[in-house]
């Protein structure tokens, strides 16, 4: 067999590798709102991810549209809140006094704003609205509730080549 045979057949095995858990990958994707609203791009940063499939890295629905993946294939999926951020959750609502706030601090609604919860955490949240004795703050992901889509390409899988010699 020749040199050239033997390397095509090469190249088709690597394609047609599938992903699988555990696996380490690396990704291009662009995710969109319902309207068609970008809200997050590895391309526009012109800097694809690497992340281990299956490791918890990644929103459910994104790491479960990864499986199965070939090198080269592009897949759109679009996924509910529940394979995604959640739904918005009520409790993660709270009103705090605005003393718990510095006296020079600039509140603006929607802006996000970053402390420490009673435990020590770093805690992120959103200001929904402020009173003249209250702020109040949702710690929800600011994706939670919405259904998101995504287009996958799916660049190279780390260990496959280790895989075909095996």
């Known amino acids: 067999m020749s040199k050239k045979k033997s390397k095509k057949k090469v190249k088709e095995k690597v394609?047609?590798?599938?992903?699988?858990?555990?696996q380490l990958v690396n990704v291009h994707y662009v995710g969109t709102f319902e309207d068609?609203?970008?809200?997050d791009s590895s391309r526009e940063r012109e800097e694809s991810i690497s992340v281990q499939v299956g490791s918890g890295n990644l929103i459910a629905g994104f790491d479960a549209a990864l499986h199965g993946m070939t090198i080269g294939e592009v897949k759109k999926v679009t996924l509910e809140p529940?394979?995604?951020?959640?739904?918005?959750d009520p409790e993660f609502v709270?009103?705090?006094?605005?003393?718990s706030f510095p006296p020079d601090f600039d509140f603006k609604e929607g802006a996000m704003v970053q402390g420490q919860n009673p435990d020590g955490n770093?805690?992120?949240?959103?200001?929904?609205?402020?009173?003249?004795?209250?702020?109040?703050?949702?710690f929800n992901h600011p994706l939670a509730g919405k259904k998101l889509n995504f287009e996958i390409e799916l660049l190279s899988v780390e260990d496959q080549v280790a895989e075909q010699e095996e």
């Open 15 to 22: 394609e047609s590798v599938k992903v699988q858990s555990g």
């Open 36 to 39: 068609g609203t970008e809200f």
């Open 82 to 88: 529940s394979e995604a951020y959640g739904e918005v």
């Open 94 to 99: 709270q009103s705090v006094p605005l003393q």
């Open 122 to 138: 770093s805690v992120t949240a959103r200001i929904d609205s402020v009173s003249d004795d209250s702020v109040v703050l949702n």
